[in-house]
């Protein structure tokens, strides 16, 4: 966690939080060092030099035991004693300034004692057995997770061995990320006399890498300043325009957020909601993106209105209001208190326009809403401590779980396949990247998370893991689909498993994997089979007698005898007429059936839900009566579409045969995405037999649906 020197000239972020309940004098983290240097207090009192932690700690907890605060504070200082920072601070500023962090962001006494400790193993003699010895377990496991791995003993692979050993101990305790996140933020602000190239390394690695677990732990007030500071180092052009935006702004007399403002007050206040309402200025980086956006910026793109209230039905209270007695811009409505954020982020997300056509964003929350909204699970205390009545009649149950969030189980699932650290650290920062998840349902009412732009690939290896290889398709909601479908938040995902022990995964999978869990598992598997085929072709190769391999079906492919070889026979109201069985959707008994005359003194006859009839009856043809004669044979073509898997033309011809029907031809197009459609021309010793069979071949492993053959073509008639 080496800390870098501080640089006075380094810009700052828009600070963008809350007025605090108490003001308190900018700290003076080069005075506190000093402080700390005079040598360990009385034992009885605590230390003057984390006097700020105390007070920002018990503003939070007011009843907190300060005492391990103060052995940490001990510890601390004597074994970094000596110590000094770059710009030649005493080095223990950096974990006071890190725990004070922590503090004011409302983390319970073990982090804050963990904080405090959190580099003493990494940099001075301090040994973890003596941390948890002095402490306890529950402090030793914190340090151990953000401590870094040693260089001489990792080498190149040091930085990401040491974030996978960081993620694996979150996985168990959030709180280490949590000190991660604190230690990196005021290593950033304190970045200034590094070299610029080590500077932007630091940067990009905060952008990749920290930046999104702040927000997938959702430490807003931590992630806004992260995002500022990278901006300031990586864009300083973009940094400095548009704080050049900011500052013309500010210095405007017309502020419509403002005015708007005072309109909410005053409806609220006539409706006798009790409510704070404050202006909420925008970060830097969130003023720079809504530039690029829109183009010129007006006076409202600068910041939000954000309502404080109560209650959570006060929140639809003021949103009641606020539609009635403004104009509402219904569009940009959303609610998160109904459905919060997969990062604990709850609140109403609504706009009104301004009387000069502005539209100003207004944020709905209730206080304890805006706690978690900024601090996240750090606002929640001690995760793995039982909760007080008070908190589960507060969460009343509705709360996910936040030591164990979906996102990170995948992560930790996926990362112990990660052949090697270069692989765990670029698939690391894909995964990072994609900063929105969907929630789709299984059948038997359990959930899958997964991130936005996930397939029925990412589902199967998401609740099979390995077991997917087997995986031959999918239902979204009911309708069958591919494997490569994307899902979107809701959906409903049936998974198709084959029975065949044989079954593999196709290469293709991997063009439709959006997860590192998916990707690395088809990864895997390829690599210990490198001569294997993808399988996906296997149907389409098999060698039965009877069947060939042909191109997508067509007129001439799904045609049906003439009625010299069909001996299901129509009769028709027209003597003398020549009858033909229509090769559109090839009728057979019981069908009802329709005719119509055509060239030649012919009648063809369709089935009457067939499209062709529509369009003959468009065009003017006259209808003939039809009906079936005594005979019970007929012959009829279906369609059969499945999943491509070995053997699957040995187990539907085997179906066909064990039915009583005989194959007259059959062809089989080549496979896409694992799709196979085949097309078989029957002949049926009884027409009744008909649905049976299809029965028997919708049956077979891998088949997902069979149909009347259906050719749309309306112009051979």
């Given at each position: 966690?080496?800390?870098?020197?501080?640089n006075?000239?380094?810009?700052?972020?828009?600070?963008?939080?809350?007025?605090?309940?108490?003001?308190?004098?900018r700290i003076d983290?080069?005075?506190l060092?000093?402080?700390?240097l005079l040598?360990?207090?009385a034992r009885?009192?605590?230390?003057?030099?984390?006097?700020?932690?105390?007070?920002?700690?018990?503003?939070?907890?007011?009843?907190?035991d300060l005492?391990?605060?103060r052995?940490?504070?001990?510890?601390?200082?004597?074994?970094?004693?000596?110590?000094?920072r770059k710009?030649?601070?005493p080095?223990?500023?950096h974990?006071?300034?890190?725990?004070?962090?922590?503090?004011?962001?409302?983390?319970?006494?073990?982090?804050?004692?963990?904080?405090?400790?959190?580099?003493?193993v990494?940099?001075?003699e301090?040994?973890?057995?003596?941390v948890?010895?002095?402490?306890?377990?529950?402090?030793?496991?914190?340090?151990?997770?953000?401590t870094?791995?040693?260089?001489?003993?990792y080498?190149?692979?040091?930085?990401?061995?040491?974030f996978?050993?960081m993620?694996?101990?979150?996985?168990s305790?959030?709180?280490?990320?949590?000190?991660?996140?604190?230690?990196?933020l005021?290593?950033?602000?304190?970045?200034?006399?590094?070299?610029?190239?080590k500077q932007?390394?630091?940067?990009k690695?905060?952008?990749?890498?920290?930046i999104?677990?702040?927000?997938?732990l959702?430490v807003?007030?931590?992630?806004?300043?992260?995002?500022d500071?990278v901006?300031?180092?990586?864009h300083?052009?973009?940094?400095d325009?548009t704080?050049?935006?900011?500052?013309d702004?500010?210095?405007?007399t017309?502020?419509p957020?403002?005015?708007?403002?005072?309109?909410?007050?005053?409806v609220?206040?006539?409706?006798g909601?009790?409510a704070e309402?404050?202006i909420r200025p925008?970060?830097?980086?969130?003023v720079?993106?809504v530039?690029?956006?829109?183009?010129r910026?007006?006076g409202?793109?600068?910041?939000?209105?954000?309502?404080?209230?109560n209650?959570?039905?006060?929140?639809?209270?003021?949103?009641?209001?606020?539609?009635?007695?403004l104009k509402p811009?219904?569009s940009?409505?959303k609610?998160f208190?109904a459905?919060?954020k997969?990062?604990?982020?709850?609140?109403?997300?609504t706009?009104?326009?301004?009387?000069d056509?502005?539209?100003?964003?207004v944020?709905i929350?209730?206080?304890?809403?805006?706690?978690?909204?900024e601090?996240?699970?750090?606002?929640?205390g001690?995760?793995?401590?039982?909760?007080?009545?008070?908190q589960q009649a507060?969460?009343?149950g509705e709360?996910?779980?936040?030591?164990?969030?979906g996102w990170?189980s995948?992560?930790?699932d996926?990362?112990?396949?990660?052949?090697?650290?270069?692989?765990?650290?670029s698939?690391?920062?894909e995964?990072?990247?994609?900063?929105?998840?969907i929630?789709?349902?299984?059948?038997?009412g359990g959930?899958l998370?997964?991130p936005?732009?996930?397939?029925?690939?990412?589902?199967?290896y998401a609740?099979?893991?390995?077991?997917?290889h087997?995986?031959?398709?999918?239902?979204?909601?009911g309708?069958l689909a591919?494997l490569?479908?994307?899902?979107?938040?809701g959906?409903?995902?049936?998974?198709?498993?084959g029975?065949d022990?044989?079954?593999?995964?196709?290469?293709?999978?991997l063009e439709?994997?959006?997860?590192?869990?998916?990707?690395?598992?088809i990864?895997?598997?390829?690599?210990?089979?490198p001569g294997?085929?993808?399988?996906e072709?296997?149907?389409?190769?098999?060698?039965?007698?009877?069947v060939?391999?042909?191109?997508?079906v067509?007129?001439?492919?799904?045609?049906?005898?003439?009625?010299?070889?069909a001996?299901?026979?129509?009769?028709v109201d027209?003597?003398?007429?020549t009858v033909?069985?229509?090769?559109c959707?090839t009728?057979?008994p019981?069908?009802?059936?329709?005719?119509?005359?055509?060239?030649?003194g012919?009648?063809?006859?369709?089935?009457?839900?067939?499209?062709?009839?529509?369009?003959?009856?468009?065009?003017g043809?006259?209808?003939?009566g039809?009906?079936?004669?005594?005979?019970?044979?007929?012959?009829?073509?279906?369609?059969?579409?499945?999943?491509?898997?070995?053997?699957?033309?040995a187990?539907l011809t085997?179906?066909?045969?064990?039915?009583?029907?005989?194959?007259?031809?059959?062809t089989?197009?080549?496979?896409?995405?694992?799709?196979?459609?085949h097309?078989?021309t029957?002949?049926?010793?009884?027409?009744?037999?008909?649905l049976?069979?299809?029965r028997?071949?919708?049956?077979v492993?891998?088949?997902y649906d069979?149909?009347r053959?259906?050719?749309?073509?309306?112009?051979a008639?």
């Open positions: 966690m080496s800390a870098e020197a501080t006075p000239a380094t810009p700052g972020p828009v600070t963008n939080t809350v007025p605090r309940r108490k003001a308190r004098p983290l080069r005075r060092g000093r402080a700390a040598g360990p207090t009885d009192r605590l230390p003057d030099a984390i006097g700020h932690v105390a007070e920002a700690h018990r503003a939070h907890y007011p009843d907190a005492e391990p605060l052995r940490a504070w001990v510890l601390a200082e004597s074994s970094h004693r000596g110590q000094m710009s030649g601070e080095y223990i500023t974990p006071l300034a890190v725990t004070l962090i922590l503090a004011e962001l409302g983390a319970e006494t073990t982090t804050l004692t963990a904080s405090l400790l959190h580099d003493t990494e940099d001075t301090v040994t973890l057995d003596q948890g010895e002095e402490f306890g377990a529950e402090v030793r496991y914190l340090v151990d997770g953000v870094k791995l040693e260089k001489v003993d080498g190149a692979a040091a930085e990401p061995e040491t996978r050993k993620l694996v101990a979150t996985g305790d959030v709180r280490v990320m949590s000190i991660k996140l604190a230690d990196r005021h290593n950033m602000r304190t970045l200034g006399v590094m070299r610029p190239e932007a390394r630091i940067a690695v905060t952008r990749d890498v920290l999104p677990l702040a927000e997938r959702g807003q007030a931590l992630k806004t300043e992260l995002e500071l901006f300031a180092i990586l300083p052009e973009e940094y325009h704080r050049e935006l900011i500052v702004n500010a210095s405007r017309d502020d957020l403002a005015e708007v403002t005072d309109e909410v007050r005053t609220l206040r006539d409706a909601i009790q309402v404050l925008r970060h830097f980086v969130s720079h993106r530039a690029r956006k829109r183009g910026l007006r409202a793109d600068f910041g939000r209105l954000l309502v404080l209230v209650e959570d039905a006060d929140c639809y209270g003021v949103l009641g209001e606020l539609h009635t007695c811009v219904v940009e409505f609610d208190i459905v919060p997969f990062n604990l982020y709850q609140s109403l997300h706009a009104v326009a301004h009387t056509g502005q539209v100003v964003e944020l929350r209730t206080h304890q809403m805006h706690k978690v909204a601090a996240g699970v750090i606002a929640l001690n995760p793995y401590a039982p909760p007080s009545e008070e507060a969460n009343d709360r996910a779980d936040p030591t164990r969030p990170l995948r992560l930790l996926w990362q112990e396949g990660a052949p090697d650290p270069d692989t765990f650290w698939t690391l920062r995964d990072l990247a994609q900063d929105r998840e929630t789709v349902y299984r059948p038997d959930t998370g997964l936005d732009g996930a397939t029925c690939v990412d589902a199967a609740q099979y893991g390995e077991d997917a087997a995986c031959i398709g999918a239902r979204v909601n309708r591919t490569s479908t994307a899902l979107k938040d959906d409903t995902v049936q998974l198709l498993m029975q022990p044989a079954s593999e995964p196709s290469r293709e999978w439709h994997a959006h997860t590192p869990a998916a990707r690395i598992a990864q895997r598997w390829i690599a210990a089979h294997s085929d993808d399988g072709g296997a149907a389409a190769n098999e060698g039965v007698q009877g060939r391999s042909a191109p997508p067509s007129e001439d492919t799904l045609g049906a005898p003439n009625t010299a070889d001996p299901a026979t129509p009769v027209q003597p003398g007429a033909r069985l229509a090769g959707c009728p057979v019981p069908d009802e059936v329709t005719g119509f005359s055509v060239r030649g012919v009648v063809t006859v369709h089935r009457v839900e067939c499209s062709a009839v529509a369009h003959m009856k468009s065009v043809r006259a209808e003939v039809v009906r079936w004669g005594d005979t019970t044979e007929c012959r009829v073509t279906l369609v059969a579409e499945s999943f491509g898997r070995p053997h699957l033309l187990d085997e179906a066909i045969a064990l039915e009583g029907a005989e194959i007259v031809s059959a089989v197009e080549p496979p896409t995405q694992q799709r196979v459609r097309t078989y029957l002949q049926l010793p009884d027409a009744a037999h008909l049976t069979l299809m028997a071949m919708r049956n492993p891998g088949v069979v149909s053959a259906q050719h749309h073509n309306t112009t008639f």
